[in-house]
């Protein structure tokens, strides 16, 4: 039995190829064979067309190429049993056709794929029979050929799912946001990631940003944030010049950053769900005192309104560590924190990643209700449905 897990389980310090013979590493009397892993790990790549970098450490890869490398782990293993869960999360549309592909393939060659996804389109193009759950309870299995989407986004939810998100064209205010001339240099190679690149976010607009995962967007987005300094450029929120500031002035000043990995940058694991909702503002008067203790009982109460407002599930409410919890609820969490600000910009990295339908609908619905209050919102984004639904104006990079 082979597993791909939502969040990866790979070493960031490894290379490619180290991940996917770990364990199973051939040697002999002792010594490493990587030759022979290496052709083993390339034929099945060419197969099935994970193309990867087997000499790329994985803290230096985007996340479509991980996926890649934990699928061919499992290939590695000649694993007879296959389980994917979510493994479209994190892919473009064509890397998604591409894996549909891939599993209809293994289908045929009699391994047994276990496949859970809540993005219906898929679950119809790939599954033989789709079991329902919600809230823990199994609701019932169906042939996918005998129902429809709605039928099973009703099982899934509960209740029937719009999927169109009513959405006013925009009327775009004053500029919000300016971007010029803006460079940043990839980790990974050292080369530029973002080259030269100038923008204008105005208020009350939602500018999407697409492309095939690993083109700039996300050293784009670190730009912005601060998380990564600029070789050249500036940015100006407001009028200031912010191309210098810390990331708690630009989140003071109005800026807000949902990240793409909300594991990596968007919670602490270990800490409780209050805690992880109050990390932006924990030093403000309402939650710390004048000498400096937090003030747990206002802390408590603001995360339990934010858990009721955007139906967060958690075990035990606002003590729950934030590692317990589903992807999709964890997501929420950094939505509902980041929003409760009332930011100017708010930069969305494929904030809908791994999330249900029906939580889907309610983001979308919050964005649109966000661009008509008069905010500028950037979405990066791979889905193409999510971009030409959700904005205004489009970017490719």
Known sequence: IGMVHQHFKLVECFTVLDNIIMGVEPNRMGFLQKKEAREKVMALSEKYG??????AKIEDITVGMQQRTEILKMLYRDNEILIFDEPTAVLTPQEISELMQIMKNLAAEGKSILFISHKLNEIMEVADRCSVLRKGKYIGTVNTADVTMEDLSSMMVGRNVNFHVNK?????????????????ASKA????AVKD???????????????????GQSELVYGLTGLEPLESGTIR???????KASIRHRSVSGMSHIPEDRHKHGLVLDYSLEYNIILQTYFESRFTDKIGFLRRKNIREYA??????????????????????????QQKVI????????????ILDEPTRGIDVGAKYEIYCIIADLAKQGKSIIMISSEMPELLGMSDRVMVM
């Open 168 to 184: 006013k064209d925009a009327e775009p205010g004053e500029v919000v946001l300016e971007v010029s001339h803006m460079t940043v």
């Open 335 to 346: 939505i509902g924190r980041w929003l409760a600000n009332a930011p100017d910009v708010l």
């Open 304 to 329: 339990n309104g934010l858990i009721e407002q955007y139906d967060v599930r958690s075990g035990q409410g606002a003590v729950t560590t934030a590692r317990a919890m589903s992807g999709g609820n």
């Open 237 to 243: 929120l407001n009028g200031e010049d912010i191309t």
């Open 189 to 192: 190679h050292g080369k530029k």
């Open 197 to 215: 690149v100038s923008f204008q976010v105005r208020r009350g607009e939602i500018v999407c940003i697409a492309g095939i995962d690993g083109n």
């Open 50 to 55: 994970l193309h990867v970098d087997p000499d």
